[in-house]
């Protein structure tokens, strides 16, 4: 039982006990110090009754407390399960049905919807995050005895598959050792002693997967809640930071800032942007300074398993590179047959760094793992010398700021609105975000834009709400399946942001 996060951060409290592990609001932690408060937690919420295997959800926006909590819970062996802050009740309801978890943890903002998603039970599982946590930070030395298991789960990574019911995806102790050692391995200066600037909410891969990577391989990881260009600019200049990784938007949102001209990035190692498509002057504008940025293909299932290359990233910039060195990629092509270049076909991926599977849920499990490979739902090509590129996505998923939105999941809010006959979610292009939902909806003389927003508000999070809606007096075309034909759709309603007026 070695190859574990808690090992990880046992040997670094004792390898470079002074090293700050991490930093908040220019506060810090030193990696000493996180892992005995994460040993106060670990035994705290032993007393408060969970045991390893349990699952404990947090709600609450990027916070130290949140963090500190996450590596209490890898030290006790139990299961962090962190849902979106941005959540609604409804939302929550389902998760918590899915993941019964023993305790909820909720920042103050969020803590009357997870309340009321809770109802009876409220009084007995919720607690408070800014309370309960920051009361641990001194004390005696306390830990738990057990040591988790290489294989056992982490962590669950809930996101909204393209049914829309929600599914939680495992990432075990091995599978997030295995990636970082597998990042170091092929990028030494991304271990002991570098940084990492994480602007991801932990309740997704690009906050909570980069944490414990990072800590794992030795970093200091520098904590933001909320992403503010100016500030990212002046964290990663003044710290002189070594890694960051974000989806496209808010490196164009940083090379659009004055300040980006006269700023010193030299010191800035290992970039990656995934998520969306990356245009020629974005990359024109961090070459400028020095920095490349690399094209990475993956996903909430693949966890770990990235193809980022630099050489790629220099001569075919819209390529996403060859894989790990325990990474594979291939293409299963129409006929079935699984090459490892060629395509048009699916993207399937082989790597130690990827999900053990889906939380209870077999049959989702089945569908996604067969014959040793992932089988990610997106179209992709490989080329004579390995190089991925990533061409759209199977599955119906928008990315709006880096988080995924389920089409069939907007699709079936809508679907319960009165009037509403036929609707379909598809992208729409957005200044701030990179991808919005755009509804396009059938319905009779009842159906109204207004009602549908008001709807929408109440039973989704605020970043699944379309911001586009366009009403079709004819049904909507279909497919010789049945269908509606998205395709058609997609057509007709391209570049819909330049003409249709913004309903929120």
Known sequence: MNFTIARALRFWSEETPDQPALSYEDRSVSFKELH????????????????????????????????????????LGAIGAPLSFRSTASELREWFGELSPTLIFADAERSAAVAEALGETAAKKLLSLESVIPALRTGPALAPTHEPADEAPAFIIGTSGSTGRPKGVIYTHRMVVTYASEFVLMEPKCGRGSSVLMVGPFS??????????????????????????????????????????AAPIFFER???????????????????????????????????????????????????????????????????????????YAIRLNDG??????????????????????????????????????????????????????IDRIKDIIISGGLNISAAEVERVIADVPGVLEVAV?????????????AIVHGDATCMTTTIIDHCNRHLANYKVPRYVAIECEPLPRLPSGKVAKPLLRQKYQGAETWLPKVR
């Open 426 to 438: 598809i992208v729409a292009a957005d200044a701030s975000f990179g991808e919005t939902p755009l």
């Open 254 to 328: 940083i090379a659009a800032l004055p300040a980006f001209a006269e700023a010193d990035l030299s010191h800035l190692y290992w970039t990656q942007v995934g998520g969306a498509r990356v245009s020629a002057a974005l990359l024109s504008a961090w070459r400028s300074k020095g920095v490349v940025l690399r094209h990475a293909y993956g996903s909430t299932e693949a966890g770990g398993a990235w193809g980022a290359r630099s050489d790629v990233a220099v001569a075919e910039p819209h390529k996403c590179g060859r894989g790990g060195m325990f990474s594979e």
């Open 204 to 245: 997704s891969g690009s906050g909570y997967l980069v944490m414990t990577q990072g800590l794992t391989q030795g970093a200091t990881v520098y904590i933001e809640s909320k992403f503010v260009p100016e500030r990212a600019l002046d964290l990663l200049t003044r710290h002189r930071i070594t890694s960051f990784m």
């Open 337 to 390: 047959t699984i090459a490892r270049q060629g395509g048009p076909g699916e993207i399937l991926i082989r790597s130690a760094c990827m999900t053990a599977g889906l939380w209870n849920n077999e049959s989702g499990t089945r569908e996604i793992l067969r014959d040793d490979w992932l089988h990610t739902g997106d179209l992709g090509e490989i080329d004579a010398t390995g190089n991925l590129t990533f």
């Open 36 to 75: 005995a408060w994460a040993g106060r937690v670990a035994h705290d919420l032993y007393l408060r009754g969970v045991r390893p295997g349990h699952r404990v959800s947090i709600v609450g926006t990027n916070s130290l407390d949140y963090a500190v909590l996450a590596c209490g819970l890898i030290r």
